[in-house]
């Protein structure tokens, strides 16, 4: 009994060390900052919602949510690599959203939000 736990401690050991040396997926620290269109200045509260999308161009179930601060400015940092779809959300401006590669470790954003544009309508 006592054999077969060394040989089973051996069989293991090559596997942990791998496992070990093993470097951690890259990951970026990400800086947004929204602004006014039509006069550059900051909008505080504004929802930042970022979701993981896949090979497909399919967003995932699960997402994150930042809140601007006065400057405008939200961050984050331990984004892994790869495609991930950016939505920036505030009460009285359209919707913004982009897909982005994240592929350096620092990345900043600068998104500009426009007022809400007048509804055309047939019935006029």
């Not at 997926?25 to 006069?39: E, H, Q």
């Amino acid at each position: 009994m006592r054999r077969s736990g060394v040989i089973l401690a051996a069989l293991l050991l090559p596997v942990l060390v791998a496992a070990r040396d093993k470097p951690a997926p890259a990951t970026a620290n990400l800086t947004f900052t929204v602004l006014k269109d039509y006069n550059g200045k900051p909008i505080r509260n504004a929802s930042v919602i970022l979701h993981d999308v896949n090979e497909r161009g399919r967003q995932s179930q699960g997402s994150l949510q930042l809140k601007t601060d006065n400057e405008g400015k939200a961050s984050y940092g331990g984004i892994p690599y790869g495609k991930l779809r950016i939505q920036v959300i505030a009460p009285g401006y359209q919707t913004f959203g982009q897909d982005c590669d994240i592929n350096q470790p620092e990345q900043e954003f600068v998104i500009r939000l426009k007022r809400p544009q007048e509804q055309y309508s047939i019935y006029k």
